[in-house]
């Protein structure tokens, strides 16, 4: 049984820094791009970062300069370092392994609970 479980999440002031962490067991982790996602009260889901198997990283535009994707297949873990925050950050991040097919990112099978990032004003 494949299980995502995020953390890391909290209420931060504008400015702040958060790092997310999300643990992956019952898949071959270090053979698979995992990446971030969010949703905004309203909104739709979005991606916001991925890495590949060989630690490729890609970060939305909305993001670049702010946001670190990084990964430890030993842990089988992804994290999304999250600096510089802005009130429009706040969503709810979730975990999960996209896919990439002509030049575009897919949402992937597996999703974890999500965790909810705040940042005040």
């Known amino acids: 049984q494949v299980q995502l479980v995020e953390s890391g999440g909290g209420l931060v002031q504008a400015g702040g820094s958060l790092r997310l962490s999300c643990a992956a067991s019952?898949?071959?982790?270090?053979?698979?791009?995992m990446g971030w996602y969010r949703q905004a009260p309203g909104k739709e889901r979005e991606l916001v970062a991925t890495i590949s198997s060989g630690g490729t990283a890609t970060v939305v535009d909305s993001v670049k300069d702010r946001f670190t994707i990084s990964r430890d297949n030993a842990k089988n873990t992804v994290y999304l370092q999250m600096n510089s925050l802005k009130p429009e950050d706040t969503a709810v991040y979730y975990c999960?392994?996209?896919?990439?097919?002509?030049?575009?990112?897919?949402?992937?099978?597996?999703w974890g609970q999500g965790t909810q990032v705040t940042v005040s004003s």
């Open positions: 019952g898949i071959i982790f270090s053979i698979n791009r």
């Open positions: 999960n392994n996209p896919r990439y097919s002509s030049g575009r990112f897919y949402p992937g099978t597996y």
